[in-house]
């Protein structure tokens, strides 16, 4: 099995920052791409920013220029920094790490994390 631990929600205020953690560990051959993904009450989960294992990334247009996503591969973790004075009361949302891959033995795999809960209000 493959588990994704998240961590760094919390309340910020508008116009702060925050970095979100997550950790992948597991019977992990190799992670292709990572992600974070968001649900907001009432609104179907949509991507957030997706890195590659060669650092390539892509970017929500909601979010281009104020969230930056990284990885590192020697951790199997993948971080999302919302940067100082971008963050938004529409940013509000359960935000959820997700990893695909290939397990020990070549099985595929596509893992969830359980949710860290960002909630941007003064």
């Known amino acids: 099995q493959v588990q994704l631990v998240e961590s760094g929600g919390g309340l910020v205020q508008p116009g702060g920052s925050l970095r979100l953690s997550c950790a992948a560990s597991?019977?992990?051959?190799?992670?292709?791409?990572m992600g974070w993904y968001r649900q907001a009450p009432g609104k179907e989960r949509e991507l957030v920013a997706a890195?590659?294992?060669?650092?390539?990334?892509?970017?929500a247009d909601s979010v281009k220029g104020r969230f930056t996503i990284s990885r590192d591969n020697a951790k199997n973790t993948v971080y999302l920094q919302m940067n100082m004075n971008s963050l938004k009361p529409e940013d509000t949302a359960v935000y959820y790490c997700n990893a695909q891959g290939l397990r020990v033995g070549f099985r595929p795999f596509d893992a969830w994390g359980q949710g860290t809960l960002v909630t941007v209000s003064s």
């Open positions: 890195i590659t294992s060669g650092g390539n990334t892509n970017y």
């Open positions: 597991g019977s992990i051959f190799s992670i292709n791409a």
